[in-house]
């Protein structure tokens, strides 16, 4: 089982950036795939955004309403969309693969597999 996450970078205040997460080594169809990110000196958040496996999606609060995911099955591959970042966006940025029940749950402890990281500077 393989995560792995890409597309952070430096940005502006205001700006959007695109991340994506390739997963590899199981049956992308069966499983949801989360969004975290831990600022620097702080803990990790909560899920941010959740791709379900039924193609529907979810993100809560701090990121709601800036924040989208979506998934390509064929390409086995999860979209985070970031739009009107600001400074407190700044973090590394997980994304986790989890069963389907995680959708409910929204508990960290239930995903499996974590990918490396990405991060993501909002700075002027």
């Known amino acids: 089982v393989q995560l792995q996450a890409s597309g952070g970078g430096s940005v502006q205040p205001g700006g959007s950036l695109r991340l994506s997460c390739v997963t590899s080594?199981?049956?992308?169809?069966?499983?949801?795939i989360g969004w975290f990110r831990q600022a620097p000196g702080k803990e990790r958040e909560r899920v941010l955004c959740i791709s379900s496996n039924d193609d529907s999606s979810w993100c809560g609060d701090p990121v709601k309403g800036r924040f989208t995911t979506s998934r390509d099955v064929a390409k086995s591959t999860v979209f985070l969309q970031m739009n009107s970042l600001n400074a407190a966006d700044t973090a590394v940025y997980y994304c986790a693969r989890g069963p389907p029940a995680v959708v409910v749950t929204g508990r960290a402890s239930d995903f499996d597999s974590w990918g490396q990281g990405t991060l993501v500077t909002v700075s002027s």
């Open positions: 080594g199981f049956i992308f169809e069966d499983y949801a």
